[in-house]
């Protein structure tokens, strides 16, 4: 049989008892609301990351092209100072083969 000061210990005790409960199951929630919040904080990130690098990734391709261009540009204005003074350098060649110097 039940004492009676083994029940008033029993119900002494089952308020304490009820509240370590109400607080182990509003840890549980804490911590699920936290690591949900961790969570989407990494999505994010991600997200971002992947913005920046589809961007990043454009950009240099463009300064890739733009290199090119330059290049070609410089190349293109090469020859033609070349051919330029390859066409000078015949005609000053043609001007001394018609003149023959001749001397006593």
Same mark, same amino acid.
């Given at each position: ?40 904080? !990494?999505? +994010?990130?991600?997200? %971002?990351?992947? /913005?920046?690098?589809?961007?990043? #990734?454009?950009?240099? $391709?463009?300064?890739? !092209?733009? +290199?090119?261009?330059? %290049?070609?540009? /410089?190349?293109?204005?090469?020859? #033609?100072?070349?051919? $330029? ?20």
């Amino acid at each position: 049989m039940v004492r009676s000061l083994d029940v008033q210990q029993v119900l002494l005790q089952s308020s304490t008892v009820e509240r370590v409960q109400q607080v182990q199951q509003q840890q549980a929630d804490v911590q699920q609301n936290h690591f949900g919040g961790q969570l989407a904080e !990494e999505q +994010r990130a991600l997200r %971002e990351k992947v /913005k920046d690098l589809a961007e990043t #990734e454009r950009l240099m $391709i463009k300064e890739k !092209e733009e +290199r090119k261009k330059k %290049e070609r540009k /410089k190349n293109r204005t090469k020859r #033609e100072k070349e051919d $330029i003074d390859d066409t000078a350098c015949d005609l000053s060649a043609d001007k001394h083969v018609g003149k023959v110097d001749i001397r006593i």
